[in-house]
Every structure is written in C-alpha cells, then in structure tokens.
C-alpha cells in the first residue's frame, strides 16, 4: 500500500521559516505528481504547491507564490516544502498527497 508520512511541522514567529518534508512510501511508479494542500479551522482545503516528479514541473497557488518552494529527491523519493516568509494566515494542518493523502502536519505562525 502506499502510505506518505510528513514531518517538520511546528511553531514559528512571523516572518519565520519551516520546511516540511513528505516521505512516500510502497510506491512503485517511476514518476508521479505529489502536491501540498494546507486547511485551517472553517477554510477549505487550498492547494499549495505540486511537482511531477518526471519533468520537475511545480505549481504554486498564488497566496505562496514567491514564499514557498517545493523541490523533489529522487534518490530519496522525498518532497519537500520550503516555506519562508510565513504569516499567521499560513497556520494550518499541512498534507502532502499523492493518489492517497498523508496524516497532516501542524503549522502555527
């Protein structure tokens, strides 16, 4: 089964930096899009940023644009986000997803 595993969530002051990192796991494609999706308390679920691990492709939605960074190891198969610049409005349970979503990892600001 594949399963994603994220870590680096936490607190952090205002203008603060964190990076989160998703781990999958029993995937056998060779390549794949894997995307960050972010939700808080009463909001929707937005889309942060993707990448498609073929070609390197990203996407970034246009509150992050600018701020955050997602980058792919692919001897390591990891997905990282590298957020700066964060605001409170950043704080929310950050996933990462692929054809399955991962548990989530807190972000406070």
């Known amino acids: 089964d594949v399963q994603l595993v994220e870590s680096g969530g936490g607190s952090v002051q205002a203008g603060g930096s964190l990076r989160l990192s998703c781990t999958p796991s029993?995937?056998?494609?060779?390549?794949?899009?894997l995307g960050w999706f972010r939700q808080s308390p009463g909001k929707e679920r937005e889309g942060v940023a993707a990448i498609y691990s073929g070609s390197g492709t990203t996407y970034y939605g246009d509150s992050v644009k600018g701020r955050f960074t997602i980058t792919l190891d692919s001897a390591k198969k990891q997905v990282y986000l590298q957020m700066n610049g964060l605001t409170p409005e950043d704080t929310a349970m950050y996933y990462c997803a692929t054809s399955v979503w991962g548990q989530g990892t807190q972000v406070t600001v």
């Open positions: 029993g995937y056998t494609y060779s390549t794949y899009y």
